[in-house]
C-alpha cells in the first residue's frame, strides 16, 4: 500500500497497526487464481478506499471484519501468530514476526508444490492461497518498514534479519518457479508477485539500513562525544572542588593573616 493511502487508512480509524481492511479485501480476492497482481496495482488499492470511504460505516464493518476480530485472525494468521504479531511492537521485532510468517507459507508451498496429482485433495487452490498470503505479508512487512523509516524508528537489528533471510526465499521462489509442479497454473500468478515483492522489500531494506546506519550512526557518534565532554566536565569540576577544599583546609590550619600582620 503506498504511503498516502496507508496515512488515509490510519486517519479513517480503519486499521489498529497490524491489518488493515484494504489487506483483508486484497486477501480476499487474491484467493481467486491469476488475480494477485491486480490487487496489487495502484488503481485497485485507490479503488478499494474509495468503496470504503464511500459506503456508510455500518456497511464496511459488516463486509471487513474488525481489526483483531476472530474472522479475520482465521483468515489471515493462526491464534498462535496473531498473539505474535501484536506482542511485537518494537520495530526490529515485528520485521522479525513477519519473517517467520512468510517462510512457514514459503515451506509449505515448497513441500506441496511438488506432490503427486491427488484429486482427493483440493492442493492447487490451497497452494494458491498460502502464496496470496505470503505476498499479503510481504506487503504488510513493507508498509511496516516505510512506517517505521518514516518516522525515524531504528530498525537495523530487524533490516539485516531480513536482508538475511530474504534472499534465501528468493532462492526457494526461483526454484519453484523453475521447477513448475502439477499445481502450477494454480499459483503462478502469485508466484511471480511473490518474487516482484520480495524483491521489492529487498532493495527499499537495503537502502533504509544504509540510510539509518549512517543517520543512526552520526547520532550515536555525537552521543558520544557529548557523553565525553559531559565526563571531562564532571572530571575537571570534581578536580577544582579538591583543589578548593585543600585550600580551604590549608588556610583553617594556619590561619589567614591579618590585616595588622599584613601591614
Not at 505476498?135 to 516505510?146: F, G, H, Q
Given at each position: 500500500?503506498?504511503?498516502?493511502?496507508r496515512a488515509f487508512v490510519r486517519a479513517a480509524g480503519w486499521s489498529d497497526g497490524t491489518f488493515s481492511p484494504v489487506f483483508y479485501l486484497k486477501s480476499q480476492i487474491s484467493n481467486f487464481p491469476g488475480v494477485g497482481r491486480f490487487t496489487r496495482h495502484p488503481i485497485v488499492e485507490t479503488t478499494l478506499v474509495l468503496l470504503l470511504l464511500a459506503a456508510p460505516r455500518s456497511v464496511w464493518c459488516g463486509v471487513v471484519p474488525a481489526a483483531g476480530s476472530q474472522a479475520q485472525e482465521q483468515d489471515?494468521?493462526?491464534d498462535e501468530e496473531d498473539k505474535k504479531i501484536r506482542e511485537a511492537q518494537e520495530p526490529s521485532d515485528r520485521i522479525e514476526v513477519y519473517i517467520e510468517f512468510t517462510q512457514a507459507r514459503l515451506e509449505r508451498v515448497?513441500?506441496?508444490?511438488?506432490?503427486?496429482?491427488d484429486p482427493r485433495y483440493d492442493t492447487g487452490p490451497y497452494l494458491e492461497k498460502e502464496m496470496g498470503q505470503y505476498?499479503?505479508?510481504?506487503?504488510?512487512?513493507?508498509?511496516?518498514?516505510?512506517d517505521k523509516y518514516d518516522r525515524q524508528l531504528d530498525m537495523r537489528r530487524g533490516l539485516r534479519k531480513l536482508l538475511e533471510a530474504g534472499p534465501q526465499q528468493l532462492q526457494k521462489l526461483h526454484r519453484i518457479q523453475e521447477?513448475?509442479?502439477p499445481?502450477?497454473?494454480?499459483?503462478?500468478?502469485?508466484?511471480?508477485?511473490?518474487?516482484?515483492?520480495?524483491?521489492?522489500?529487498?532493495d527499499g531494506a537495503t537502502k533504509a539500513l544504509a540510510d539509518q546506519e549512517k543517520k543512526l550512526g552520526q547520532l550515536k557518534q555525537q552521543e558520544k562525544a557529548d557523553a565525553r565532554t559531559a565526563k571531562e566536565r564532571a572530571k575537571e569540576e570534581k578536580k577544582r572542588e579538591k583543589e578548593e577544599k585543600k585550600l580551604r583546609k590549608r588556610e583553617h590550619k594556619h590561619g589567614v593573616p591579618a590585616d595588622t600582620d599584613q601591614e
Open positions: 500500500m503506498s504511503r498516502r493511502l489471515i494468521l493462526s515448497e513441500e506441496f508444490s511438488q506432490k503427486p496429482a505476498v499479503a505479508l510481504t506487503d504488510e512487512l513493507k508498509n511496516w518498514i516505510e521447477s513448475p509442479g499445481y502450477a497454473a494454480d499459483y503462478r500468478g502469485s508466484l511471480n508477485d511473490a518474487i516482484d515483492d520480495l524483491t521489492d522489500a529487498l
